[in-house]
């Protein structure tokens, strides 16, 4: 994980998640979901909890309870994917689409090497 992380605001991964869920935020503000409360808060709730995850894991300072967080996350991550697809397909023309869903392919990437990392730690 780095010898330098003492706080899950150290964690490259957390400071990824904080970046996409501000870009969902600030897509969610645009006019064209502006109507649409459902989806709109579904998206952000969804970005919300992948940051929420990495930080409530590691402060449980155990890396089993750390993994089984960061699995949510990776959940969560899915989920706003195909939410991000889904507005593609109801028309919400907006180029940011194909960013947030590169940005999230990559941060899932991410979580996912973090969490093989972990598991050599804990066998």
Do not use: C, H, P
């Amino acid at each position: 994980m780095g010898q330098n992380v003492e706080r899950f605001e150290d964690l490259e991964i957390w400071k990824l998640s904080i970046k996409l869920a501000t870009d969902i935020f600030k897509l969610s503000q645009k006019v064209q979901l502006d109507k649409d409360f459902g989806t709109k808060d579904q998206i952000r709730r969804a970005s919300l909890s992948v940051s929420s995850n990495i930080a409530e894991g590691f402060e449980y300072n155990n890396n089993k309870q750390f993994i089984r967080f960061l699995n949510y996350s990776k959940g969560s991550l899915g989920e706003l994917r195909s939410q991000i697809f889904l507005l593609k397909e109801f028309n919400y023309n907006n180029n940011e689409f194909e960013d947030l869903t590169n940005q999230s392919v990559n941060l899932i990437k991410k979580v996912k090497s973090l969490i093989n990392y972990l598991n050599t730690k804990i066998q």
